[in-house]
């Protein structure tokens, strides 16, 4: 690991929040809350300049709004990056209107219900090959997090675009980097860079393509053309990091609270068919993606003046616990019925693997729930939740109870 | 009852469809394709209204 920046703690949330502490992991619905109370649009020094909306309201204008803000960037750090948009460094994430829809029309019948069905059957399997190993572990304490969870995406993205599943580490290396300290790492040797990684990953499906997503966008046909190899890099890029931190985060949280509520894991092994509704209010509770833009002209955040250049962290996990916006926001309800929940993002980004995420969800919840009878915390001190703007376990230690295989 | 469903505002969330299938498709991009024209028949009433009220974008509404 390169050395990171040392952590400079936060005297006040509404003026100097910093997200990638971990002040602010251990307790960042607790930080929400108070802000949305006192202070619904933070804002803090920090990465030259940054605002958090709290408030439903506010994050969902935002979303909407491609005139006033620019996705040139999605993640805030101390640089702001010059990729001339719209296009950026990771398309469609990046791009602007009109050329976004133009890399997203490319990415979404991949991604659409159709497409994702043929691979719950696999995910499953996978799953139940997980959840023989872990139980089969003596001690009976497993870490849900890193012994199951985190291994669901990296087996799912790894076969939707071609690359070995036995990379998964490596995976983990670069997100890791780009996600939990954006622009920290330091200097980075060029054999280990993700961009390295994926122009090899390239040549090699030019030189044997095969049926997968990187071969695909490889051999697209635009009007005579191939995409750019920079277009081709920064889409699988994004496929490859927004895949993976993100649904495992979605499994671990989900696992963190039936951990401590048993009533809800009882019920979903009683009526399995509440499974819909409980998987979009784990999705609503502990949305796990909060997204960035950048002011591109001036304007307003719920009356508050935001200039250009200014980053704007787009909390839809905050969002998602506003009590204008949700009954009894902060309780999880499994069956709860009226749920706009706002985990896949608003508007024309609305997360393209939505439903590939989902389907992740739902099949790994239903397999624990299945599998394992009951479990609890193994040591609720060790649970540790990453930093960032993906929140999820990324410890979660659990004791296994009774045997039901 | 009827619905009315908006096009420009569906960004593909897909949540109409795993709620009430009969009352709503997916096209191959993923956006949402309203199956019932005119009145929405009674035993279908709940999940229109499942459907309207999960709708994130609000592309869905319910008249009388």
């Not at chain 1, 958090?52 to 506010?58: I, K, Q, S």
């Not at chain 1, 896949?344 to 239903?366: D, K, Y």
């Not at chain 2, 469903?5 to 949540?15: E, I, K, S, T, Y």
């Amino acid at each position: 690991m390169s050395p990171a920046t040392p952590e400079r703690p936060v005297q006040d949330w509404a003026t100097d929040f910093d997200h990638t502490t971990q002040a602010w992991a251990d307790r960042a619905p607790e930080i929400w809350r108070d802000l949305r109370g006192r202070c619904p649009v933070a804002h803090s020094d920090r990465f030259g300049g940054t605002w958090l909306p709290t408030r439903h309201e506010d994050v969902a204008a935002i979303a909407h709004d491609t005139e006033h803000y620019t996705s040139r960037s999605v993640i805030v750090s101390d640089l702001r990056p010059d990729v001339p948009a719209p296009v950026g460094f990771a398309p469609p994430i990046t791009s602007d209107p009109p050329f976004h829809e133009f890399a997203r029309r490319l990415l979404l019948p991949a991604f659409a219900p159709r497409a994702i069905a043929p691979l719950e059957e696999p995910t499953r399997q996978f799953c139940a090959t997980l959840i023989d190993d872990l139980l089969a572990e003596r001690s009976g304490v497993v870490d849900a997090a890193t012994g199951y969870a985190q291994h669901i995406p990296v087996r799912v993205i790894a076969h939707l675009l071609g690359v070995p599943e036995a990379d998964g580490d490596r995976f983990r290396t670069f997100i890791h980097r780009i996600l939990e300290r954006p622009g920290q790492a330091g200097e980075v040797d060029p054999e280990d860079l993700l961009t390295t990684y994926l122009f090899r990953a390239i040549e090699d499906h030019r030189a044997h393509p095969r049926e997968d997503l990187i071969s695909y966008l490889v051999e697209l046909d635009v009007d005579g053309s191939p995409l750019s190899d920079e277009h081709v890099v920064g889409t699988i890029a994004l496929l490859l990091i927004a895949g993976i931190d993100t649904t495992w985060s979605a499994i671990g949280a989900s696992i963190w609270h039936l951990a401590q509520h048993p009533e809800d894991h009882r019920r979903l092994r009683e009526e399995p068919e509440l499974i819909t509704f409980a998987v979009e209010e784990f999705l609503r509770l502990y949305a796990p993606v909060t997204m960035a833009r950048i002011v591109s002209s001036d304007t307003e955040i719920g009356g508050c003046p935001v200039h250009e250049g200014d980053w704007v962290l787009l909390s839809f996990p905050a969002a998602n616990r506003d009590p204008e916006a949700f009954e009894d926001p902060e309780r999880f309800v499994i069956d709860r019925q009226r749920n706009r929940h706002a985990a896949f993002g608003l508007g024309i980004h609305r997360c393209l693997g939505s439903n590939l995420a989902r389907m992740e969800l739902r099949v790994a919840i239903e397999e624990w729930v299945r599998r394992v009878p009951a479990f609890e915390l193994a040591d609720p001190a060790a649970v540790r939740w990453s930093t960032g703007q993906v929140r999820g376990p990324r410890t979660l230690p659990v004791r296994l109870l009774g045997d039901d295989s | 009852m009827r619905i009315r469903f908006d096009r420009d505002a569906c960004v593909g969330h897909n949540r109409c469809h795993l709620l009430a299938p009969t009352l709503f498709d997916v096209d191959d991009e993923g956006y949402a394709v309203p199956l019932v024209e005119g009145d929405v028949p009674a035993d279908l009433e709940a999940a229109a209204r499942l459907a309207a009220d999960n709708c994130p974008e609000f592309a869905i509404t319910l008249e009388d």
